[in-house]
């Protein structure tokens, strides 16, 4: 029956003359794989009744058509309507019923869908074909006046709320069930709901100032423009800009027979998932409510039953589902969100999709699925996105905090995993602006709908009392991957008064609430949380396994304490990429010797006799304790390579600030105080004022400083080299790996080669025992790359500090640049990202290309990688892998992200990919 919708085009064609273009498919014929111009929904439809389950005859108006409707200003394109007509009059054929007719009424729903399921983010009107005399024809079809009017009530209030955007629609029916003194809408007798259906109407009348549309066709025609509309309505707009996801894809229009389940106790609507979506255990998730229609479960309107009542309900119509869920599983090799109506007994179903799941069940069930034969170990790394790794890395509470804590003040259903601590907010606008400020806030609602999205999007969690674990707040913060507890119903809400009391405790808007969404308890105050423990996380640490097997570049941490790096080798680092010293130098108890080095340091007090032996004294000290340091950071990393870099930032940092010493004097000045205090108090002043910089990032610095004071990277790469060759002798296999920052010219590689040399030599002479070790440099100046030949005649090893060479690339400083104007730029697009987030591939990366290139010419066997934040950023990542680095360095806590990003790099899928 094609034909006729083709015929309808070839009509279209003919009569302006133009190409026909097919708008509109049935469900039996249109290109199931196709979901660019189906949408999601219809191509599932589609794929559905073509393999023969029990779907209500349908058709799928094309995304193409809403976007030629956009484009012609809110206009049908040529032919649409046409072939909707056709393809409607197949589907009253099909179901031997009419659109519109007064005995034989025919019902539809006009739904949406585009190729990315945006869950709740469009319009959905059902029962469609309703009017005042058709209504009474489906009461005597079904024999089911309740129904009828049920159903009616429906129309008027989805159609008024939806196509007419008539406000207060949905309060106005709370009102009606209140003033008839029913809790349920399944409680309104027939009467009461001609009643209220009449009362929707009159107000939608008054509302719009026109008579309810009664013109069946009139209906869909407007319904299928409101379908199109909404695509460019706010609340998708926000959706997609938040996704990234791009604005032309447009809509298609899914027109669907009705199938009802609102018709009695052997009825009833229900959501189900094939694999548990919070945890990817493999059995059906899901959730029923009997005698309903549509959205009800959704909606949170009644708190629906888990789908295993329904097996004890109706087994044959449960086995059945699960048959279906099964084959579908096979189909589409993934996991599926399924929707579906018993109508009758009978077994419908409405939509499968790709089940949206959180981080944790992305990586059971991609691994599963690898063990049951379903997709390749390719394809389930393929599926892993860095964000679903970050999700499984949430915080969780720590235990000894929630000890404290006592009982929970409330429970719901744990509905997406990770704790959430933060202030409670009642209203989505306020949840926006309070998290734009920077506070941590839980929005709190009975229930959210799509009109939240703008609050839920910032906050750190969300609490509902009421719906499941597939209502719009659950969906959507799994989707987040924010820690969410739906349904909490001992938890009493009050929006308006901006308070919540639950078993005796009261809370307000801006009081602190922590959410445990893996157990579902909501405790009042603040907890404290903690890192996950990723050894215990077997399907995680199988499928970061398998990116180790494919991956090229490796993966290490930048760690500063033996602790770290400890958690940095329990996630899969190979090595330490950057150990930092100076955040050694300011630990508790040091300072006073990191003071008498910097105030003694030739130069500073040139000339004083005694001066000379209180730097050496200052410097003797310090070596000790960092020889514990490297000691602690070079066993925990035993075998494995840790790059220590050497003292880097500007020494007045280690010194009080300039304006607290000036009003600490002036203030002993005032008082009348002198003597050895106010003295002391001066000189430090004056050296501070000495160290003085107009500009400390470009100042004295990095290897400016080991050049100027070579006495304290001597006494660094002493306590490095004397750490290692303790850990020699006690039988350890340590890799040290000292690192010169900011060098950028052949004479301060050399200064600085010779004068660690000599260090090292030095500890090798006192021990008698050598260890391995190796000298190198990080890059971070443009000078430094265009030199690499020549610094790499003295380094063995090049680690880019991306940070530093982002900044001089650019000539921007990334706080000022990031306060002032980068925000701007990227949304205006005059960058296309921010490039301290990800790699500059073309300037930056330009740059990086060459000092690999150059570098390796000069030494073959260089060791080049890359440290610094873009080391934990995936698609940094593949850049780095793509011009042959030999490992990136991160966070501890990326390293896991990181592997799996160097596994798809090396596979040739990069997250532009997705
Ligand atoms: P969403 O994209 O928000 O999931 P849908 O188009 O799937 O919107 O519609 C929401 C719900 O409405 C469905 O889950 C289903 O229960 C119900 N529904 C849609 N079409 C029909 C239909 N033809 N018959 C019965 N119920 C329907
Ligand atoms: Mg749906
Ligand atoms: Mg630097």
Not at 26 to 54: C, F, I, S, V, Y
Not at 194 to 219: C, H, M, N, S, W
Not at 353 to 371: H, L, W, Y
């Amino acid at each position: 029956m094609a034909v006729d919708v083709k015929q309808g085009a070839a009509t279209d064609g003919q009569r302006d003359g133009s190409t026909a273009d097919q708008w509109v498919f049935m469900a039996e014929d249109a290109p199931a794989t196709n979901r660019d111009l189906l949408g999601g929904k219809g191509a599932g439809l589609a794929a559905m009744t073509q393999a023969g389950l029990p779907v209500p005859p349908a058709f799928t108006i094309t995304t193409a058509a809403c976007n030629a409707f956009q484009a012609a200003g809110g206009q049908f394109p040529a032919g649409l309507w046409d072939q909707t007509l056709a393809a409607l009059k197949h589907i009253e054929q099909k179901s031997g019923r009419v659109l519109g007719d007064a005995a034989n009424p025919l019902l539809v729903s006009v739904r949406s869908g585009a190729r990315e399921s945006m869950p709740g983010m469009m319009d959905t009107v059902l029962n469609l074909g309703l009017n005042d005399e058709t209504v009474n024809g489906l009461a005597r079809l079904t024999n089911n006046e309740r129904f009828a009017w049920d159903a009616y009530r429906r129309f008027a209030q989805m159609f008024g709320r939806i196509v007419l955007n008539v406000e207060g629609l949905d309060k106005a029916f709370d009102e009606a069930k209140k003033s008839a003194g029913v809790q349920q809408d399944t409680e309104l007798n027939a009467e009461q709901l001609r009643g209220i259906t009449q009362q929707l109407k009159r107000t939608v009348e008054a509302y719009t100032g026109k008579p309810f549309p009664t013109d069946v066709k009139a209906q869909l025609e407007l319904a299928i423009k409101a379908v199109f509309s909404s695509w460019m309505g706010k609340r998708a707009v926000d959706y997609r800009n938040q996704f990234k996801i791009p604005h032309d894809l447009g809509t298609a229009v899914n027109v669907v027979t009705m199938v009802f389940g609102n018709m009695g106790d052997d009825s009833g609507t229900g959501v189900a998932f094939t694999r548990d979506p919070s945890t990817g255990a493999r059995e059906i998730y899901g959730e029923f409510l009997p005698n309903a229609q549509g959205e009800d479960v959704v909606a949170g309107i009644r708190t629906p039953i888990k789908i295993s009542g329904m097996r004890d309900l109706w087994p044959t119509v449960y086995h059945q589902f699960e048959e279906i869920a099964g084959r579908l599983e096979q189909t589409y090799k993934d996991a599926q969100d399924l929707e579906f109506t018993v109508e009758r007994g009978k077994l419908y179903m409405l939509q499968t999709r790709n089940a949206k799941r959180t981080g944790k069940a992305a990586v059971v069930i991609a691994v599963q699925m690898v063990a049951e034969g379903l997709i390749t170990k390719d394809e389930a790394l393929r599926r892993i996105q860095p964000t679903h790794v970050q999700q499984i890395l949430v915080p969780q509470f720590d235990p000894d905090s929630r000890k404290r804590a006592g009982a929970p003040i409330g429970k719901g259903l744990a509905a997406s995993p990770g704790a959430a601590v933060g202030k409670i907010v009642f209203d989505p606008d306020r949840s926006a602006t309070m998290a734009a400020a920077g506070e941590p806030v839980i929005l709190t609602r009975k229930e959210t709908s799509p009109d939240d999205f703008h609050g839920m999007a910032p906050a750190v969690g969300i609490l509902t009392s009421r719906g499941g674990s597939s209502s719009h707040a659950a969906v959507v913060a799994r989707q987040m991957g924010k820690p969410c507890i739906a349904g909490a119903e001992e938890i009493d809400i009050d929006v308006e008064g901006r308070k919540l009391t639950a078993n005796g405790t009261t809370l307000h808007e801006g009081d602190w609430i922590s959410l445990d969404g893996t157990t579902g308890e909501v405790f009042a105050g603040r907890l404290a949380t903690s890192e996950p423990d990723l050894e215990q996380d077997r399907e995680l640490a199988t499928l970061l396994g398998w990116a180790d097997d494919v991956h090229k570049i490796d993966v290490r941490a930048n760690a500063d304490t033996p602790a770290e790096a400890t958690r940095a080798r329990m996630l899969g680092a190979t090595g330490i990429g950057l150990c930092r010293t100076e955040h050694m130098f300011r630990e508790e108890g040091r300072p006073p010797f990191v003071q008498e080095m910097i105030l003694n340091a030739p130069g500073a007090r040139r000339g004083e006799p005694d001066a000379r032996r209180a730097y050496n004294a200052a410097l003797d000290k310090l070596e000790e304790f960092q020889l514990g340091d490297f000691y602690g950071i070079l066993e925990a990393m035993d075998g494995l390579p840790v790059i220590i870099r050497l003292i880097d930032p500007p020494l007045h940092e280690f010194l009080p600030k300039h304006e607290r010493l000036l009003v600490e004097v002036t203030e002993m000045r005032v008082r009348g105080q002198s003597g050895a205090e106010l003295e002391e108090k001066e000189k430090l002043l004056q050296a501070v004022e000495a160290l003085h910089e107009q500009n400390p990032m470009l100042g004295m610095r990095g290897c400016r400083l080991g050049i100027m004071f070579p006495e304290i990277v001597q006494m660094q790469a002493r306590a490095i080299i004397g750490a290692a060759v303790r850990l020699k002798k006690e039988g350890k296999h340590p890799i040290p790996e000292i690192m010169v920052p900011l060098v950028g010219t052949r004479q301060e590689m050399q200064i600085e080669y010779d004068t660690l040399k000599q260090a090292v030599d030095q500890v090798f002479a006192q021990s008698g025992l050598e260890v391995d070790y190796k000298i190198g440099t990080m890059i971070e100046l443009p000078r430094a790359c265009l030199v690499a030949d020549q610094l790499a005649e003295k380094a063995e090893f090049f680690s880019f500090g991306t940070n530093d060479l982002t900044q001089t690339t650019y000539g921007y400083s990334r706080d000022d640049a990031e306060g002032k104007f980068l925000g701007h730029y990227v949304e205006e697009a005059i960058l296309p990202f921010n490039p301290f987030e990800t790699i500059d591939p073309e300037g930056v990366g330009g740059l990086m290309r060459i000092a690999v290139e150059r570098g390796r010419a000069a030494r073959s066997d260089l060791e080049v990688g890359i440290c610094g934040e873009h080391g934990g950023d995936p698609a940094s990542v593949a850049f780095c892998n793509e011009i042959g680095l030999d490992y990136v360095s991160c966070a501890p806590g990326r390293v896991p992200i990181a592997r799996l990003a160097a596994g798809q790099a090396a596979m040739g899928f990069t997250p532009s990919d997705r």
